[in-house]
């Protein structure tokens, strides 16, 4: 290998359209994580960029949608993503978002060189053209009837029924989803860059320079180039994203695939005044973390585009991962079958590194493999607190109780082979870790820090130091046994050290609570001094133990459990799918038990409940879920405006009792004053029901 001097390491761009689920941390994020704080402790020279991609169709789509801006859009999103990164110890050394102003001229300025240096083809072609909504459309924003089976509702690339390709012509009675106007065929103009020239180069730098590469990675590579590049255009018709700089450009701006890799150049500029060392200085290695769907961006087009323009380094390596699916299911936004990283650090407080371990565990390195709860569970309860945690928490409870907190001595005169052996395990065990991280094998490094811990399980059971002291005085019997005791104590502390420098770069909460324990500094993460057993000094104290990991109940994962199917039960979109239909038929057995935080009696009694009879109800116009009720309160009749038109008819809620909260504040929805809220229970397929007396009684009695 190359004799590197500094590595910039890049993560996938994640898109600001929406907030981001486990897939994306155990793809991209977890990996690269694990690499960069692997190589810091290593004392390189590294950086790690990456931003939120702002730009595309799709954000402006959902805007259009939502009423709002693309703006509003992505700077909700950025916010949501940014924390979540931050809160999982995702340690980027910036993270920033390609609608900043340097990103913007970066982009147009890469484009502009490529231009000027004659390497795009301008091409006119004909586009499909919304002219209510007065924008181009995208083959998915054109819908019509399936000319093979007639669904009504085929996209203008693939009829999702038949699954037959399309184009936008085939369709029967096409339309736009924008706004359901017929779409018409427009002239338009657009810079192509012809990948086709780039094929030689390619198979000479990739397929002969990179036999290295991942088989997943490399394979893909090879029958994209097998099958023949075409030229792509690199522009688009819209008004959100980087303009082309070109006098001509009027309405055009670059493809968001030409845009959002600059986006680690541009993110290297904010970050650093020396960002030139990391991007054009040949002996920089070059790392890109992406998921299997940003293979063909980042092994082909992209360097192609950093080869035409001149004056980069290129990816020395694309370690890219396949797909995580959940519960033996693909993810999917659209099902809501998800979970989403901003809710499982609200439900689960303090167990980042959890997750963390979990998805590095399951990492899907060479194939997709599978996140289940249940493994989550099993996962955490052996491994984290049985093994890893348990090793740690007996070797500090040990050496409270028979080496008065503090670090016992070594004496070399009594070395049996059992610890002859466990120094040589722990030896081996950073060559193992290392080997394996340098070739990307994220779960095979783990799996050795894990199997250490273990080692260190099986060594306690062996050396029985609690049998060497009596029980009553907790002190050894003899001056030889003491000398047993402070040996295995000994070694067993030094291999909790060596544990926190190997286990930092996957779990850095916890590398983090065992410095704490140990009282040492941070310095003791440098990657050198892992397999040595001078790590703690003779004589000193140490902190009382503490858990490492808390035991994941039963109930927590059954909650998680039936918020999935819940959350998947909502409609989403209209595909019934073979989960949706498993679902459905398995019975809810467990009750969804998300407490919110205690209170007092105090808050309880500052509600005013009361008996109301519903006097009359009817529609809120242009309000699918509101209906407007006449509730006879027995002092007086209140209006009160409730959203649960989906679930009752207007009529058959006359007469029937309800309670209210009747000292809620009034609120205006859609334009009618609401006086009060009444109280309904929502089952485990999300319909309402109303909570009532079981007789009928007076109007206004209080309810407590
Ligand atoms: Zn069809």
Redesign the pocket.
Same mark, same amino acid.
């Given at each position: 290998m190359k004799d590197f001097k500094r590595y910039l390491v890049t993560a996938a761009l994640p898109y600001a359209n929406g907030p981001l689920h486990i897939g994306h941390m155990a793809g991209v994020y977890i990996p690269a994580d694990i690499y960069v704080r692997y190589k810091r402790a290593r004392k390189e020279d590294i950086k790690f960029v990456c931003g939120s991609d702002e730009h595309g169709v799709p954000i402006t789509i959902r805007a259009m949608k939502e009423g709002v801006s693309p703006q509003q859009i992505v700077d909700k999103y950025h916010g949501i993503i940014k924390d979540s990164f931050e809160q999982m110890g995702i340690s980027f050394d910036i993270y920033s978002r390609t609608s900043n102003k340097v990103h913007h001229e970066t982009a147009a300025a890469f484009f502009k060189k490529m231009y000027d240096d004659g390497l795009f083809e301008e091409k006119e072609t004909e586009q499909f053209y919304d002219e209510k909504a007065k924008t181009f459309l995208a083959d998915r924003y054109i819908v019509g009837t $399936?000319p093979? $089976? &007639?669904?009504e509702n085929?996209y203008g690339d693939q $009829?999702e029924? $038949? &699954?037959?390709s399309l184009s936008p012509e085939q369709l029967i009675n096409p339309r736009s989803t924008l706004s359901d106007a017929v779409p018409v065929k427009r002239k338009t103009k657009h810079w192509y860059f012809p990948l086709n020239n780039y094929e030689g180069w390619l198979n000479e730098w990739l397929v002969e320079g990179h036999v290295e590469w991942k088989n997943n990675v490399y394979g893909q590579c090879k029958s994209w180039l097998d099958n023949g590049l075409q030229p792509r255009a690199m522009t688009r018709d819209s008004s959100w994203g980087v303009k082309v700089p070109l006098p001509d450009a009027e309405g055009k701006v670059l493809y968001v695939w030409f845009d959002a890799p600059i986006g680690y150049i541009s993110a290297t500029k904010e970050l650093t005044n020396d960002w030139a060392d990391y991007w054009c200085k040949e002996d920089t290695r070059l790392i890109h973390f992406i998921g299997k769907d940003n293979i063909v961006f980042h092994c082909i087009i992209f360097p192609s585009m950093l080869k035409a323009h001149g004056g980069f380094v290129l990816p020395d390596n694309v370690p890219a991962n396949e797909f995580l699916n959940l519960e033996g299911d693909k993810v999917s936004t659209s099902r809501n079958w998800a979970v989403w990283v901003h809710e499982y650090l609200k439900d689960f407080p303090g167990c980042e590194d959890v997750l963390r371990y979990v998805l590095a565990a399951n990492m899907p390195e060479t194939k997709d493999n599978d996140f289940t709860w249940k493994d989550f569970q099993d996962r955490n309860n052996s491994e984290l607190v049985s093994i890893f945690g348990n090793f740690v928490n007996r070797t500090f409870v040990l050496m409270h109780k028979l080496c008065n907190g503090k670090v016992p001595k070594l004496h070399e005169d009594v070395l049996d082979d059992i610890d002859r052996n466990l120094i040589k395990e722990i030896e081996n065990a950073k060559s193992k870790v290392e080997n394996s991280l340098e070739e990307f094998k994220f779960r095979e490094a783990l799996f050795e820090v894990i199997d250490l811990s273990r080692k260190g399980n099986k060594y306690l059971q062996e050396k029985e130091p609690w049998k060497k002291a009596s029980s009553d005085k907790l002190q050894a019997t003899s001056e030889e046994n003491q000398k047993l005791v402070d040996n295995c104590l000994h070694l067993s502390l030094q291999l909790t050290a060596n544990l926190a420098i190997l286990i930092n770069p996957f779990l850095p909460f916890t590398a983090k609570k065992m410095l704490h324990l140990m009282k040492v500094v941070d310095k003791m993460f440098d990657w050198d001094n892992a397999g040595k057993i001078k790590l703690l000094s003779v004589g000193y104290s140490l902190r009382a133990p503490e858990l490492l990991f808390r035991k994941i109940e039963d109930a927590e994962i059954s909650v998680q459990v039936e918020k999935l199917k819940a959350n998947s039960l909502k409609p989403q979109g209209t595909s019934d799918t073979k989960q949706d239909k498993t679902i459905k038929m398995e019975e809810n057995k467990s009750e969804i038990r998300n407490l919110k935080s205690e209170i007092v009696y105090d808050d309880f009694a500052k509600l005013d409940l009361r008996v109301g009879t519903i006097l009359a109800a009817e529609k809120v116009e242009k309000a699918d879920k509101l209906l407007k009720l006449e509730v006879d309160l027995g002092f007086e009749k209140r209006t009160i405006v409730s959203g649960i038109a989906l679930h009752f008819k207007p009529e058959e809620l006359i007469n029937k009792q309800v309670v209210v909260v009747a000292n809620l504040a009034p609120r205006k929805l859609k334009g009618i004053e609401s006086n009060g809220m009444i109280l309904s229970a929502e089952d485990a397929n999300g319909k309402l029901h109303l909570i009532n007396p079981e007789n009928m009684i007076n109007p206004g009695s209080s309810v407590s």
């Open positions: $399936c093979v $089976c &007639g669904n085929a $009829c029924k $038949c &699954g037959s």
